[in-house]
Each structure stands twice: as C-alpha cells, then as structure tokens.
C-alpha cells in the first residue's frame, strides 16, 4: 500500500496544476431567485383563492383589500377556473354583435379614413396620361427585331389523373424550356409592326389566363420582359417601355384578381362596396396564401436579373395576401437590385416602374421614392462614361437626343416624389444637383416636378444652376422654357422680376433656330403680360422683330398670331 501511494504521488506531483479564480459574490447573485416588489394586500400563494361575485363579476383573494358589493358572495374555487373570470369566452363571443352589422355600422367611416390617408388625389397626373405622348413622341424609322416564343402544347393543363409530383416536374421542366432558348427572332420589323406584336402577345397572355394556362401566361410576361434590356435601338425605348409595362400591368392585375376571389369566395360584399373595399388581412384563407407564394417561388426562380425584377414588381400588390408589412419590407429590396442593371438607361426605366407601381399600392411610402432618385444621382456618371459614349457613336446618336431620353423616367421619379412634399425636399435636391457635372437633365426634370411656387421664389438661384450648365449637353433654351412655366403660374419676388427677364430675354434672343425661338417666347411673353406693362411688352416684341428676319413664312405667321394674342388680352 505504501509503495502505490508514492506512486500515486508521483504521478499527481509531475502534473502542474492552477487554481481556478472564483467570484463568490457574482455566483452568490446568480444562484439568487429574482426578487420582485411585494404590494400591499398580496398574500401567500398557497394560501386558498375565492371568487367574488357581483354585478362586475370582478375576481378577489381572501382577505383582499379591494370593494365589492354588498350582494356578493364567496366560494372556493379552482385556480385555472378562476383565470375565466366567471365566464365561458364561447358564451362572449356568441353574445357580441353581429360582425356584419358592426362592420355596416363602420363602412361609411372607413371609406372616409381611407379618402383621408390616400397618398394620391386628383391632382396627381397619372401615368395613363403621358402614355400617348410617350408613344408620340419617341419615335424611330430603323426597323427592330422582336424574340417571339414558340409555345407548345405542353402548357396545357395537366389532366385530373396525373400525380401531383409529375404535375410540378412538368412545371417546372416548361419554365426552363423557356431559359433554354425555345425561341425565334423576328427581324427587320417596322415600328408599327412591332406595335402590333407587343399587342398580340398582351392578348395571348388573357387568352392563355382564361383557359388556365397559367405557366403559359408567365412565359409571356417573361418574354417580354426580357426585351427591356434591349437598347439596340435606343431611340426608340421609352416607347417600348410603355408597351412593354402595359403587358406586365396585366399580369399583375390578374393574378391579384385570381388570388382575391380566392379570399372572398366565402363572404358576401356589403352594399355599396367591391370585395377589395372591406377586406381585411385575417380574412386571407390558407389556399390564397399558399397559391401567393407559389407565384413569389415562380418568380424567383426566373434565371435573368430585369425579367425577374420586372415580374415581382408586377405582382408587388400580392404582397398584402402574405402581410401587412409585405409591400414596405419588398420596396427596399428591390431597390438594391436595381444597382446590378449596368445600363443607366434601363436601369432609370427600372426605378421608374418601380416607382409607379409603388405609388399605386403603398403611396405613402416616401422613403423607397427618395432612395430610387438618389441611388440614380450616385450613378449619373454614367451617362458621360466611355461605355455609354461608345453606345452612342456605334448607333450615331448625339449626346442631346441620348439624354431626353431619360427625360420621362427622371420626371415621373420626381412627380411622385415632389407630389406634396415639402418646400425643404426641393432645396436637398437642387443641393444634390450643384454637386453633379452635366446637371442640365436634372434641374430641368425638378423645375417641372415641383409646385410652381417652390420655384418662383428660387428664381434667381435656378438661373445661376442654368448658367453654370454646359451648352453641348441638354440645350440651355429648354431650362429657360421650363423655368419660364413655372413663373407664368407663380410669381417670384418682386424685387427679382426684372433681373429674371433680362437674363432670360438675352438667351432667348441669341437663338439662330426659328423654332427654338418661337418655343421660347411665347413662354416668356406670358411671363411678360403677367408682370409688365404694355409698354414693356411692345418693346419685347419689337426687339425681337428687328432682330430676326425668317424664310419661313409659317414659322413668322405662328409667332405673329401669338404676340397679338396675348398682347390684346393684356391690352383688354
């Protein structure tokens, strides 16, 4: 025994052991129970509980300092029974009001509340309304190529004995048949051709909707969604724009349509109102929900970065079906996908659409508006980079045509954001502005944003912007004619009015291209009945008849009838 006790002690001897430190009085608080204030009147919980009741049915323990009636009466009861509260909930529920009556009772102040909160009113122009002048306006003679799908018949329903698994193998194997190129370009279209075709397939989308060929209708929208990355006639896109975001419209439409009836198969409408007037979010059944997300699932499974996100913006209005908090937590992110577009043009269209449909379904959702216009100021550059300039000189179009192109995304942009926004919003973004070269596209888009009065009274600060812009890009006759609207319907500070004619009538006046002079007076001219006198007026007009002598005969006669309209309406 000796000998393996000094072995033993050997042993413990070769090994190097440390104390561990302790913090007996940190373990001594953590090994405590969480001690909570004892209030006056509580009692131990062992001890027995006993209901009281009276008329307000209100619960009490035995020696409890609180009143009740003198009608009441004391039983010992068990504790859980006691949590009821003296009462069944089915019987509660079953006791309270019809809900139909209590939400007829209550249409009236929501349709009211809804009226007052709506971020839109009939002062918002509608993007229906620059639609035609779009599709007027951007025009082109080169001849454009379209990518047509070949459907098959494939994209018929599945027929009732087929297994559920083969059905989605089926599915799924259409959409990347799609992705692997079962399609067939069309060249050498004319415009109004195209046109044509851009309505075929809107119409094949309905009729493939209407006879449950849902995969089908999703091909088409992916198609042509893929065209808006096509810049190959670049004069020509905003047009395409149009049309092409009337298709995904559609789908979008539709498929809230579909997943809506599928809410409000169950409940009857109250009088008065649509099915979407009153509904709620608890109202949204299972089935919807899950018929909501196996759309989402579609979409993100769409390989192309624009189609997916052209796609997802469509059904963006799905978003409610899934929660009340779907659309503010999408915006965002499909803000940050925007910034993988390497084009600024479709990237700017991109953030357009984003932005119309936004304001359509979430208007007062300010913030993604803001962030949209600010992520495209951080890459304004570019529009003047080698890329672009290279673009540019292989389809021989000038830097002045290439930027108004941009004019309709960047104004609808800031239409939605300027739409009663505060005076402070417009001086942040002419700040923003005076940081960025080549700024004349954008001071032209947020003089015709924001209201007329914001501007007038920065009069004198927009014409030192426009001074300051350079001549080869956006033509500085354009940025007086915008300027000159806004004071025709505001006036600027009396002191300025003088300074701000003579300034803008020097630049009028040195234009050689008669058109550009008639465009420009005849703005200027209201700005001059408005504010001068007669006398001012007739000298006006009889510098500028001294100082150009035109061929064109028609050009002279449209500015002639002019003067004399708003000089006899000033003299009257």
């Known amino acids: 025994r000796k000998v393996r006790h000094v072995t033993w002690c050997m042993k413990m001897a070769a090994v190097q ?12 608080e953590a090994c405590r ?7 006056f009147g509580d009692f131990h919980p062992l001890k027995l509980i006993t209901v009281t009741e009276s008329k307000a049915k209100k619960v009490a323990r035995k020696g409890s300092t609180s009143s009740t009636s003198s009608s009441s009466s004391s039983s010992v009861v068990d504790p859980l029974s006691s949590m009821l509260d003296g009462s069944d909930p089915l019987s509660l529920f079953a006791a309270t009001a019809d809900p139909l009556s209590a939400a007829a009772g209550t249409t009236g102040k929501s349709n009211r509340d809804k009226q007052e909160d709506a971020g839109v009113g009939a002062d918002f122009d509608l993007w229906s309304g620059k639609r035609s002048y779009i599709l007027t306006r951007y025009t082109t003679t080169e001849k454009l190529s379209i990518n047509l799908f070949l459907g098959s018949e494939k ?23 799609l992705e692997e190129g079962s399609q067939k370009e069309l060249l050498n279209l004319s415009q109004q051709d195209y046109i044509n075709r851009i309505e075929e397939l809107n119409q094949s989308l309905k009729d ?9 209708a999703l091909k088409i929208v992916i198609q042509c969604s893929k065209l808006l990355s096509d810049t190959s006639v670049i004069q020509f896109y905003p047009s395409k724009f149009v049309l092409i975001t009337d298709i995904l419209d559609t789908f979008g439409k539709l498929v809230h349509e579909r997943i809506l009836s599928m809410c409000t198969k169950s409940r009857i409408p109250l009088a008065g109102t649509t ?5 709620g979010q608890d109202e949204v059944n299972e089935t919807a929900k899950e018929t909501c997300l196996n759309w989402f699932f579609k979409v993100a499974s769409i390989r192309e970065l624009i189609s997916r996100f052209y796609v997802e913006v469509a059904i963006l209005k799905c978003n409610t079906f899934l929660s009340k908090t779907g659309i503010s937590e999408t915006l965002p992110r499909l803000t940050l996908m925007i910034r993988g577009i390497g084009d600024p043009l479709v990237a700017v269209y991109a953030r357009a659409y984003l932005c119309r449909v936004g304001m359509e379904v979430a208007p007062h959702l300010k913030d993604n508006l803001n962030k949209n216009f600010f992520d495209f100021l951080s890459t304004f550059k570019q529009i003047h980079g080698e890329t672009v300039q290279n ?6 179009v000038e830097i002045p045509t290439y930027l108004t192109l941009y004019s309709p995304a960047i104004d609808w942009i800031l239409q939605c954001i300027a739409y009663r926004a505060p005076e402070a919003l417009l001086t942040e973004m002419m700040d923003r502005c005076k940081k960025l070269a080549n700024n004349a596209l954008l001071l032209n888009s947020v003089m015709s944003a924001f209201r007329p009065e914001f501007i007038a009274t920065r009069s004198l600060d927009f014409i030192g912007m426009i001074k300051d812009c350079e ?23 009396e002191n300025d009015k003088l300074q701000i004619l003579n300034v803008a009538w020097k630049v009028i006046t040195k234009l050689k291209n008669p058109q550009d002079y008639i465009n420009s007076a005849e703005v200027w001219i209201d700005y001059i009945c408005r504010h001068f006198a007669v006398s001012r007026i007739s000298c006006c007009l009889k ?13 002279k006669l449209s500015l002639s009838e002019t003067r004399c309209q708003h000089r006899t309406s000033r003299c009257d």
Do not use: C
């Open 208 to 216: 493939a909707w209407a006879t449950d060929q849902k995969v089908k």
């Open 155 to 177: 994209d018929k329903a599945t027929g009732p004995g087929s297994a559920v698994s083969e059905k989605v193998r089926t599915r799924l194997e259409e959409l990347d048949d």
């Open 17 to 28: 052991w440390y104390s561990r430190e302790r913090n007996y009085k940190a373990e001594l």
């Open 471 to 493: 001549e080869s890009g956006f033509p500085k006759h354009l940025l007086f004619q915008s300027l000159g609207l806004n004071l025709a319907r505001a006036d600027p500070p």
């Open 275 to 279: 099915m979407s007037d009153n509904f």
């Open 33 to 39: 129970l969480e001690a909570g204030p004892l209030e």
């Open 391 to 396: 673009q540019l000189a292989a389809q021989r």
């Open 543 to 555: 510098f500028s008849s001294q100082q150009f002598i035109w061929n064109n005969t028609n050009a």
